[in-house]
């Protein structure tokens, strides 16, 4: 099981963003996908996640409204997006593989993806 | 509102037993898995549903579970056990992580 995450990205506040994640070494559609925020020296945040198969999603309520979680299959991807960012998304952010059911334990992360919001 | 509590710190000798636990009023019931993060690297898995280890984790870590506390054990502390761990536990709507334990081996 592989969870290669999109580059560091540098933005300022009020841009648009979209993460991605390509997945691979096992059946993409059938396990849920999940991103996971970490700030600056601080710790883990379930931010929401999707059911690759049918594109079933489930947000945080912290996060809900705030960020976009979708998927493509036929490229094993999935993406987190916001459409406006402010400083205060700056962080780390991780695509996790989850179970076959939306909310579990994570057995595989990504390398992450360092997200810096600042005008 | 739902929170699992962790000690923000433990400081262990090489050798001892490292016993960190994961407390939570409403996740007594609920499975709980911890995770491993050295600076600089992603998490990753140690123990799921209270006590599995998965596969190529050491012996030396072993998870428990009793009323509304999770405990991760990690016995024979070697240098390179030095990390953040994290539990976390999940029910039908949610996902949630404790506030993670630094844990030092002096």
């Known amino acids: 099981v592989q969870l290669v995450q999109s580059g560091a990205e540098v933005k300022k506040p009020g841009e648009s963003l979209k993460l991605s994640c390509q997945a691979s070494?096992?059946?993409?559609?059938?396990?849920?996908i999940a991103w996971v925020r970490q700030m600056p020296g601080k710790g883990l945040e379930w931010m929401g996640t999707?059911?690759?198969?049918?594109?079933?999603?489930r947000y945080s309520p912290p996060f809900e409204g705030l960020v976009t979680i979708s998927s493509d299959r036929s490229i094993r991807t999935a993406y987190l997006q916001w459409s406006s960012l402010q400083a205060s998304d700056t962080a780390i952010y991780y695509c996790?593989?989850?179970?076959?059911?939306?909310?579990?334990?994570?057995?595989?992360w990504g390398q992450g993806t360092l997200v810096t919001v600042s005008s | 509102s739902a929170a699992l509590t962790q000690p923000p710190s433990l400081s262990v000798s090489p050798g001892q037993t490292a016993t960190i636990t994961c407390s939570g009023d409403?996740?007594?019931?609920?499975?709980v898995c911890w995770y491993q993060q050295k600076p600089g690297q992603s998490p990753f898995l140690v123990i799921f549903?209270?006590?599995r280890r998965p596969s190529g984790i050491p012996e030396r870590f072993s998870g428990s579970s009793s009323g509304s506390t999770a405990t991760l054990t990690i016995s024979e502390t070697q240098a390179m056990d030095e990390a953040v761990y994290y539990c976390?536990?999940?029910?039908?709507?949610?996902?949630?992580f404790g506030g993670g334990t630094k844990l030092t081996v002096l």
């Open positions: 996790v593989r989850s179970c076959t059911v939306p909310f579990c334990y994570f057995d595989s």
């Open positions: 070494g096992y059946s993409f559609p059938l396990y849920w």
């Open positions: 999707i059911y690759p198969g049918d594109s079933e999603t």
């Open positions: 409403n996740w007594g019931d609920k499975n």
């Open positions: 549903e209270d006590t």
């Open positions: 976390q536990a999940w029910d039908t709507s949610t996902v949630i």
